[in-house]
């Protein structure tokens, strides 16, 4: 015995056709017949007496559609739990996000994923990867938003966006006209950087030492706000990624074209670990999204690259 099969005998009782019921189930009238007749053959008796082009219940079936119906009744208050409690997205989420990507990334993000998603609790937690990863190991946090590189097995990694980094220069600058720039270009220029501890930091470095420039470095901060406010009084250059490009700030911002002049953002969880539906729910969010919000912001400031 078949739940279609249920669906159809059901079907044609309510009709009192087969061709009708066929139209209603949207299956061809053979096949629901062959179904039915299947179904009466597997109970032992017959259900409708054929009689020309009327159909009418036996008693076994007046007996047994009750039955059926209770059956498909119920089936579909089984499906609708399960469907109710997916689109009801309850429950507590921990975020951990690196200070070089909060503020650019989660204000906006967090207001969508709010609206959407009412009933659940959001905790956003700003601090450096080391910290964070520990979060997520203790379970203090669920879900850390990061940069690359990361050497950690013990995290699954799901990749966010990919961006490129610009050098930040006075407007005076010989390079401040340019539409893009290697980094060795700068060779000799002052550098403001963020301080040791920042993950951005690392990367700025390492791009530095692939460029064979050492970088001298006249002034650090913790805030990205703070080195441009620095580049634009003249102290040095800097490196930015593209969602910390302001152009209020009075700098000029250069695309670098070296290779290693990006940033790959990832949202990292605990290998292994079970994640409830409000947590899920935000990994898919920002993983779909893409952070459209920061492709407007981008394309703001490349113009103001120019300019």
Avoid: W
């Amino acid at each position: 015995m078949e739940f279609h099969q249920l669906r159809y005998a059901c079907a044609v009782a309510d009709t009192g056709s087969f061709s009708r019921a066929a139209e209603r189930c949207q299956i061809a009238q053979p096949s629901l017949s062959q179904q039915v007749l299947k179904l009466e053959k597997d109970l032992g008796a017959k259900l409708f007496d054929r009689l020309g082009r009327s159909i009418r219940l036996t008693e076994a079936g007046h007996s047994f559609i009750p039955h059926a119906r209770s059956i498909l009744e119920h089936m579909e208050l089984a499906r609708s739990s399960v469907v109710d409690k997916n689109a009801d997205v309850r429950g507590s989420v921990a975020v951990g996000v690196i200070p070089t990507i909060a503020p650019y990334l989660m204000p906006r993000y967090t207001a969508a994923f709010a609206k959407r998603y009412p009933e659940a609790r959001l905790r956003i937690v700003e601090e450096t990867t080391p910290v964070l990863i520990e979060g997520l190991r203790d379970l203090s946090i669920d879900i850390a938003i990061l940069a690359l590189p990361l050497r950690h097995k013990d995290l699954e990694l799901f990749p966010i966006r990919t961006e490129p980094l610009y050098a930040v220069l006075p407007k005076d600058h010989p390079c401040a006209g340019a539409e893009s720039l290697a980094l060795s270009e700068l060779r000799g220029d002052a550098f403001v950087m963020l301080r040791d501890g920042h993950c951005f930091r690392d990367l700025s470095i390492a791009a530095c030492t692939h460029a064979l420039i050492t970088p001298n470095i006249a002034f650090e901060s913790g805030q990205f706000s703070s080195l441009l406010g620095m580049v634009a009084a003249g102290i040095g250059i800097s490196l930015v990624p593209e969602m910390a490009i302001d152009r209020n700030m009075g700098c000029r911002y250069v695309r670098l074209r070296d290779v290693r002049a990006k940033r790959t953002i990832i949202a990292a969880v605990l290998r292994g670990r079970s994640l409830n539906r409000v947590q899920q729910a935000f990994v898919s969010g920002v993983r779909e999204k893409k952070v459209a919000g920061l492709r407007v912001k981008a394309h703001s400031a490349n113009r103001s690259s120019s300019g």
